[in-house]
């Protein structure tokens, strides 16, 4: 079951602009989680949005949450080389919090 | 030091043979969980962990069993490999929702 899902297969910029990589979600969910995998690593977590928070940032890094509408974005300004990498969203199971589901992810990639 | 460890990071194995995949975390975590990793599907879960003891199914468990003998060991065990089951294998424990991955084992099945 595809709970989450990124609207992008990749996007490519160039160092020191803004990215944004949109995500799609279908059910009601308690949480929206935005994690970032580097070639040859496993992911790690950068944000996660409570379904009663609006945005949350985390230095360049700035998540939006919109119920009404099943969406996420997360926002890179002041893109740098190092990330370049694959950018997943995942999602819970409202009856059942501890089971996430990611998405196919977007891979970025930031030239010089 | 990491706290999720995986072994082995490369294995090749031939159809119909059994294998496991280790997972040990220091987090002191109660859920782990088990996904694969193919282009054109990201990461998809196969069995995760609620505690010792415990293994639910995931997404896609058909092939593939758990095992979580204690609170830092987590094993996924193919019992006949089939070459279908050929991709990287990711551990990861967690803690209300947050989850911490292992480097990944890449599996080769020929």
């Known amino acids: 079951s595809q709970l989450a899902e990124e609207n992008s297969w990749a996007l490519s910029v160039h160092e020191g602009e803004s990215v944004t990589v949109n995500c799609s979600y279908k059910?009601?969910?308690?949480?929206l989680q935005w994690y970032r995998q580097k070639s040859g690593k496993g992911p790690a977590q950068l944000i996660l949005?409570?379904?009663?928070?609006r945005e949350k940032r985390n230095g360049r890094l700035r998540a939006t949450l919109d119920t009404s509408s099943q969406s996420s974005s997360l926002s890179i300004t002041a893109t740098r080389c190092e990330d370049t990498a694959v950018y997943f969203c995942?999602?819970?199971?409202?009856?059942?919090?501890?089971?996430?589901?990611f998405g196919k992810g977007t891979h970025l990639h930031v030239l010089p | 030091e990491a706290a999720v460890t995986q072994s082995p990071r490369n294995k090749v194995a031939v159809t119909g043979g059994k294998v496991t995949l280790s997972c040990n975390q220091t987090?002191?975590?109660?859920?782990m969980y088990w996904y694969r990793q193919d282009t054109g599907h990201g990461l998809r879960l196969i069995h995760y962990?609620?505690?010792?003891?415990?293994?639910e199914k995931g997404d896609i468990p058909d092939g593939y069993k758990a095992s979580r003998p204690s609170q830092e060991n987590f094993s996924l065990i193919l019992e006949l490999a089939t070459p279908s089951q050929t991709s990287v294998y990711f551990c990861?424990?967690?803690?209300?929702?947050?989850?911490?991955f292992g480097p990944g084992t890449r599996l080769t099945v020929l």
């Open positions: 995942a999602t819970d199971e409202d009856t059942n919090a501890y089971k996430v589901i």
């Open positions: 990861a424990s967690g803690d209300d929702r947050v989850q911490y």
């Open positions: 962990s609620y505690g010792a003891g415990s293994t």
């Open positions: 949005i409570r379904s009663n928070e």
């Open positions: 059910t009601s969910i308690t949480a």
């Open positions: 987090n002191n975590h109660n859920n």
